[in-house]
């Protein structure tokens, strides 16, 4: 027999736990994931790799969600709200938000104190700090969790309040991100300068600017950077510096910029009342002019459709030829539209204390009127849960959605 093959005797090979598995195969795809980027850097962009990367960051989050948590869900017909959450807090609550996988919550109660729970209830996480804490995200997995500390300091720390990244940096820093494989971090330093590291506290991306970072952030594959200077100039960067997108804006300022999707284009507030959508290229394929001031403007999941809430009391959604595919006006003022995780439904709050669902048709396919005030909202990555912040901040509920659900073609 070969001496390999007797580098362990027969039974007793070396056995894996499955969280061994799981993180050998989540290494893989970071991998390739970063091979194809190297690829496409010295052979040039192409649709199929950025359908790749897209493909295997699904993989991700496939593998660290729970099997009830792979796809998210289309509704027919919504009959009715189970709740399944409730918690009323010593505190105001804030930056709540479901774990990539949906299994999970993580609350802000006050200003140094952070919990998550699962949908049942149970805490599963709870830390207190010394100084005011800041922007708590999940990574991309949902195994870690990245905290603002203070104004200098960023941490992150596993479920089990074990701290794996400190990092005192010698300015204020704002809006610290994960990248789309949770293996970068993206924040800003002062008010001018941008910085990467990775989770071993490697600088791996540093820019200073002339003008006041506004907005940044990464493109959905990782490879990209896109930031909002001064309101004045829009521009995008590949991960070693280079600038492949450059815009100024120089009679309206901008505000909000995102990218789609696909990461393909960019949409973007020009003024009060101009939304516009750009490619790479710095080609302008979607203008529109607004009677009233515009916000909550976003893209649909697919990146095929674009919705945005005109003045106060009017929805709208078109393709991106411009046409005009939903509208409707409301009696009282609406708030933080959003689509549902697959793109066929838009919820809405009208009013302090209703919250109302449609499909794109412009049926509303739900309506719900609760007791206390509606502050925040949000559909679980599923689509099949809502959370909802009430009660002078201080009251989070959870609730199941029930219906009949959209077949799966």
Request: with cysteine; proline share 4%; hydrophobic share 30%.
């Amino acid at each position: 027999m070969p001496k390999f093959f007797e580098r362990f005797p027969r039974g007793e090979e070396e056995k894996k736990s499955p969280e061994q598995v799981k993180k050998e195969e989540f290494l893989g795809l970071v991998k390739e994931i970063k091979e194809i980027k190297e690829k496409m850097a010295e052979k040039g962009e192409s649709i199929e790799g950025y359908q790749r990367i897209m493909r295997l960051l699904k993989r991700i989050e496939v593998l660290y969600g729970s099997p009830e948590a792979k796809s998210a869900v289309s509704w027919k017909k919504i009959e009715g709200l189970e709740k399944i959450f409730s918690k009323v807090f010593e505190e105001e609550v804030y930056d709540f938000s479901f774990s990539p996988a949906g299994e999970k919550i993580m609350v802000r109660e006050g200003d140094r104190s952070l919990k998550i729970y699962d949908l049942k209830g149970n805490e599963i996480f709870s830390k207190s700090f010394e100084e005011r804490i800041r922007s708590p995200s999940f990574s991309p997995t949902g195994e870690k969790i990245m905290v603002k500390e203070g104004n200098e300091s960023l941490k992150i720390y596993d479920l089990k309040g074990r701290e794996i990244f400190s990092k005192d940096l010698k300015e204020e820093i704002c809006c610290p991100c994960f990248s789309p494989t949770g293996e970068e971090i993206m924040v800003s330093e002062g008010d001018k300068s941008l910085k990467i590291y990775d989770l071993k506290g490697n600088e791996i991306f540093s820019k200073g600017f002339g003008k006041k970072i506004y907005d940044f952030g990464f493109s959905p594959a990782g490879e990209k950077i896109m930031v909002n200077e001064e309101g004045e100039n829009l521009k995008v960067y590949d991960l070693k510096g280079n600038e492949i997108f450059s815009k100024s804006f120089f009679e309206e300022g901008i505000c909000c910029p995102c990218f789609s999707p696909a990461g393909e284009k960019i949409i973007v507030k020009e003024g009060a009342k101009n939304l516009k959508i750009y490619d790479l290229k710095g080609n302008e394929i979607f203008s529109k002019n607004f009677r009233e001031r515009i916000f909550d403007f976003s893209f649909s999941p697919t990146g095929e459709e674009i919705m945005v809430r005109e003045g106060d009391r009017i929805l709208k959604i078109y393709d991106l030829k411009g046409n005009e595919i939903f509208s409707k006006g409301f009696e009282e003022r609406i708030r933080s539209p959003s689509f549902s995780p697959t793109g066929k439904e838009i919820m809405v709050n009208e009013g302090n204390e209703s919250l109302k669902i449609y499909d794109l048709k412009g049926n509303e396919i739900f309506s719900e009127d609760f007791e206390k005030v509606i502050y925040d909202f949000s559909f679980s990555p599923t689509g099949e849960e809502i959370m909802v912040e009430g009660g002078w901040r201080s009251l989070l509920q959870i609730y199941k959605i029930k219906g009949k659900k959209e077949s799966k073609e």
